[in-house]
Nanobody, 112 residues
Framework: QVQVVESGGGLVQPGGSLRLSCVAS????????MGWYRQAPGKQREWVAV???????TYTDTVKGRFTISRDNAKNTMYLQMNNLRPEDTAVYYC??????WGQGTQVTVSA
């Protein structure tokens, strides 16, 4: 079974930046689409960004121009660079590897 571990969350002021990392075990990492999702208190989990094996990226409209998803296949790692953070970005951020494997999440809190 693939193990997925996120890191990099924390507390940041509005306008600040954070970089999330996701490490996924297994030899199939480079062949899988990878994605970031988030869930705010009282809300459903939502898709944030996805990166394909060929490095095609897509973003939900609310983060376009602020967030950048990337991957390093040699390190089995995916990243989410988050700039100009807003209070509404506050959520638990989850990494999804392939179609079915999720991490435990990392908390991002944007507050003054």
């Amino acid at each position: 079974q693939v193990q997925v571990v996120e890191s990099g969350g924390g507390l940041v002021q509005p306008g600040g930046s954070l970089r999330l990392s996701c490490v996924a075990s297994g030899s199939s990492f480079r062949f899988n689409a990878m994605g970031w999702y988030r869930q705010a208190p009282g809300k459903q989990r939502e898709w944030v960004a996805v990166i394909s094996p060929s490095l095609t990226t897509t973003y939900t409209d609310t983060v376009k121009g602020r967030f950048t998803i990337s991957r390093d296949n040699a390190k089995n790692t995916m990243y989410l660079q988050m700039n100009n953070l807003r209070p509404e970005d506050t959520a638990v951020y989850y990494c999804k590897a392939g179609k079915t494997d999720w991490g435990q999440g990392t908390q991002v809190t944007v507050s003054a």
